[in-house]
């Protein structure tokens, strides 16, 4: 019977994932940052030792270290000339959520290659100190800053920090999210928004708003600003069709501040439900991803993009599950819907749509074939609603105070 039914899910499967493919660009992800099996080796020791003891130099003071890390590990940006042949600055790119799964995979990506001086913005500043350190992060590679995404005041502040720190904004990854599937009451952020959609969305718009200046103002060759999503948020795959599914409605909750109070803490308006939440939250980021597309591109030339990394069914984003989902979801991943990735691979997918040179067009939601080759992936119809994209940017720019 469970062979059966297991099956029947594989058979589907193979529809979904070969009908819709469109490759564009194809990069072989084995030569893009140099890394070898033996490193991908090291990087899974390092990824499993992450719970280790705190390492000797930090102090129990997370506001000492802080101030300490933005003062002293600022990188120097050079930019030289030789006999006319311009050599490449190091990129500076800000990944939030990168004190875990796909954030400190990409963030170590990055760091490895040499290339990019990683911005780690988190809101737990010593776990994500520890998760660089016990990743085997170069030193000098990244600068730990603090941002809680679930209150606006901290991303404010984020802000101030990072301009103070002089560094250029040359790629902006909003990566963190939360997922509460099992919660039955919703809870808030600090300006009491639903917390789902008040981090994962709202926080990273404020923050993307207010960083397109910077990105603006960088000189870097390729800027880009990427938002991650998701299969679940796209009602077009099999994997958006497993209840509860995505649905944003007329956006009355979001409308009147999903605050559960005057107004339902779902964007929709309905009960609330914390898988549905999450998988709102992400159909916002993908509409935001290309409400900026629109209003920006042309003028700035920066990229923007989405991407669904694969089912990375390993990470700290099932956290709040049951434990036999938690259980059974890697398997159930792996050897039947066979859309499992690892941390590692996810991680190298998402720095190629920081820096890789193929992967420049704005608007995109990317997503990889079995091969890891990437493709232009097509999004559900309200995850790639004009009218809804304008309508959540007017009401999202109401809520974060920024009209
Ligand atoms: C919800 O339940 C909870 O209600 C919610 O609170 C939250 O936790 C949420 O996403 C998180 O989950 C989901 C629940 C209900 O699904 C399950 O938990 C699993 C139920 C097991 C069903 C047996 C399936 C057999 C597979 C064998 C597997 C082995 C074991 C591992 C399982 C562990 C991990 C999951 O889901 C359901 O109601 C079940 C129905 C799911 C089918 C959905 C598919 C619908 C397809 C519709 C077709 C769509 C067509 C589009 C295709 C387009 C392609 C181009
Ligand atoms: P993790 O839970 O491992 O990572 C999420 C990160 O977000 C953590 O670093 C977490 O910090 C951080 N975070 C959570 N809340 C806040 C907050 N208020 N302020 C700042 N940072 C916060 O999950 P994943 O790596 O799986 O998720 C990363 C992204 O990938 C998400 O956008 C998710 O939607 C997306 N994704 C994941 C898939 C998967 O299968 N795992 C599939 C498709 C998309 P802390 O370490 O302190 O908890
Ligand atoms: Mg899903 C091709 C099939 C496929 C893929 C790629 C995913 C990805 N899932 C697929 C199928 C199914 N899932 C099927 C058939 C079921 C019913 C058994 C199923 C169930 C399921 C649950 C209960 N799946 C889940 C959950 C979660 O709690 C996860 C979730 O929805 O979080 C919002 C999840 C996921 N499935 C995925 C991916 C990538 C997730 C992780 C969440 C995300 O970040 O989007």
Redesign the pocket.
Known sequence: MALQAASLVSSAFSVRKDGKLNASASIKESSLFGVSLSDENKFDFVSSSLRCKRPHSLSKNGAIIRAQTIATSAPSVTRSSLDGKKTLRKGNVVV?????????ATAKALAETGKWHVIM????FL?AERAAKSAGMPKDSYTVMH????SLDSVRQFVDNFRRTEMPLDVLVC?????QPTANQPTFTAEGFELSVG??HL?HFLLSRLLIDDLKNSDYPSKRLII?????GNTNTLAGNVPPKANLGDLRGLAGGLNGLNSSAMIDGGDFNGAKAYKDS?VCNMLTMQEFHRRFHEETGITFASL??????T?????EHIPLFRTLFPPFQKYITKGYVSEIEAGKRLGQVVSDPSLTKSGVYWSWNKTSASFENQLSQEASDIEKARRVWEVSEKLVGLA
């Open positions: 939030t959520g990168a004190s875990s799964g796909l954030g400190l913005a988190c809101r737990d776990k941002l809680d995404l679930a990566n963190a999210a939360v997922y981090t994962n926080g991650v999503g998701s299969i679940t992400k669904y990394p694969g089912c990375i069914a990470t700290g984003l099932f956290r």
